[in-house]
């Protein structure tokens, strides 16, 4: 899996969007980009995951560059309940045996 | 229920003690990994079943670790001779198919604290 690299940690004002970014230089033309978060006590929970277009879900929208060297989580209005640890992964869609590797992450601090 | 299910939540085991750790998969998923997570690290893969099969246990730190899946549904994470070093949280995931296209639900986790 290609190696990712994030902020160890970002503030956001609660109501205001928040933009966490990743770096994945050495991403494959197979190799799509998850993100997962941890709440504190908390398993990692699956947010979203894109190949080279943007998606949106009820959660998040991700934007990847046209190079696919890196991308964009987007929270749109973040509330203090999005205060959690942020792991964007590089992998294959699986159908393998691998599991994902997760880094540090990104621990997002909303800020009322 | 609707989630992954793990028991214990919290053990606390003496060292050289052996543990055993359950994990109940959503019901009808194919794929079940368990993880390792220090404290202020991310999660490190374990081990990975598909259905009753073990199909990597590369992440297994020692012969002391072992993991079983006997029916494809319940798995259950060993510990042998505990050390202080296996101290962590031990999450479980599980993906309705073999592929990871729809993210995997985890566990909340099960602390293991050696003594």
């Known amino acids: 899996d290609a190696k990712t690299t994030q902020p160890t940690s970002m503030d956001c004002a609660e109501g205001r969007a928040a933009n966490l970014p990743c770096n994945h230089s050495?991403?494959?033309?197979?190799?799509?980009v998850y993100w997962y978060r941890q709440i504190h006590s908390q398993g990692p929970q699956y947010i979203i995951h894109?190949?080279?277009n943007n998606e949106t879900n009820e959660m998040a929208s991700l934007i990847i560059t046209e190079d696919r060297k890196s991308s964009t989580l987007i929270l749109p209005h973040a509330t203090l309940r999005d205060t959690a640890v942020y792991y964007c992964i590089v992998s294959s869609s699986g159908g393998g045996a691998d599991g994902l590797t997760f880094g540090k992450g990104t621990h997002l601090i909303i800020q009322p | 229920g609707a989630g992954v299910s793990q028991s214990p939540r919290y053990k606390v085991a003496k060292r050289g003690q052996d543990v055993a750790l359950r994990c109940d998969p959503i019901?009808?998923?194919?794929?079940l990994f368990w993880y390792q997570q220090a404290l202020g690290q991310g999660p490190e893969f374990l081990t990975y079943f598909q259905n009753e099969a073990q199909l990597d246990k590369s992440g297994l730190p020692s012969d002391r670790f072992f993991a079983e899946r006997p029916e494809g549904s319940v798995s259950t994470l060993k510990i042998q001779r505990t050390q202080q070093e296996d101290s962590a949280v031990y999450l479980c995931?599980?993906?309705?198919?073999?592929?990871?296209?729809?993210?995997?639900?985890f566990g909340s986790g099960t602390r293991l604290t050696v003594v």
């Open positions: 019901s009808g998923h194919v794929s």
């Open positions: 995931a599980s993906s309705a198919d073999v592929t990871r296209i729809y993210g995997y639900t």
């Open positions: 894109g190949l080279k």
């Open positions: 050495t991403i494959s033309g197979n190799e799509y």
